[in-house]
T-cell receptor, first 112, second 114 residues
């Protein structure tokens, strides 16, 4: 059974810091991995999608890497801003299924 | 870009009544949609996979008679919480799968049963 874990569970940092959020999964047989952002009481916004054949994806200040064989992904946030405060979720899509298995989430707070 | 509209965003209902939540893909067709439930400060739990023109596939432990899912068209899936009780109060989110684009999520529905 695929299990997805995120570390740390919560993070509070001053503005301007570079951050690394971690995601690990137990079964490497995945089709892709996706990072999402969720604001309180809201739906999910897709940040980055990494196909299993890819090593990383970048969008603005965000960079996500994928090491499928070791079951790990990291989301790097450069020069964090208060507007980055949210919960970040990673999710994997196992082979032969359209389902998404979500991680436990990291609640990020960036203070001025 | 792909947009999924979920309605209503908030609903309060009396115990014993039924509530319908709609999930629409606005600018693409989605043969597959998904319904999730999220408890406070917890991650998303997949409830069921909704397939256009066929019966939904429910995850283990999810009561299909309690949570009725209908996917009548390529752009609309509905979740009906029947005979709602306070323990059904939660945040419900839908998503739609678009090939090569990944998953797009609705904005969620906060259900409160009183």
């Amino acid at each position: 059974k695929q299990e997805v874990t995120q570390i740390p569970a919560a993070l509070s940092v001053p503005e301007g810091e570079n951050l690394v959020l971690n995601c690990s999964f137990t079964d490497s047989a995945i089709y892709n991995l996706q990072w999402f952002r969720q604001d309180p009481g809201k739906g999910l916004t897709s940040l980055l999608l990494i196909q299993s054949s890819q090593r990383e994806q970048t969008s603005g200040r965000l960079n996500a890497s994928l090491d499928k064989s070791s079951g790990r992904s990291t989301l790097y946030i450069a020069a964090s801003q208060p507007g980055d405060s949210a919960t970040y979720l990673c999710a994997v899509s196992p082979y032969n299924t359209d389902k998404l298995i979500f991680g436990t989430g990291t609640r990020l707070q960036v203070f001025p | 870009g792909a947009v999924v509209s979920q309605h209503p965003s908030r609903v309060i209902c009396k115990s014993g009544t039924s509530v319908k939540i709609e999930c629409r893909s606005l600018d693409f067709q989605a043969t597959t949609m998904f319904w999730y439930r999220q408890f406070p400060k917890k991650s998303l739990m997949l409830m069921a996979t909704s397939n256009e023109g066929s019966k939904a596939t429910y995850e283990q432990g999810v009561e299909k008679d309690k949570f009725l899912i209908n996917h009548a068209s390529l752009t609309l899936s509905t979740l009906t919480v029947t005979s709602a009780h306070p323990e059904d109060s939660s945040f419900y989110i839908c998503s739609a799968l678009r090939a090569s684009y990944g998953y797009t999520f609705g904005s969620g529905t906060r259900l409160t049963v009183v």
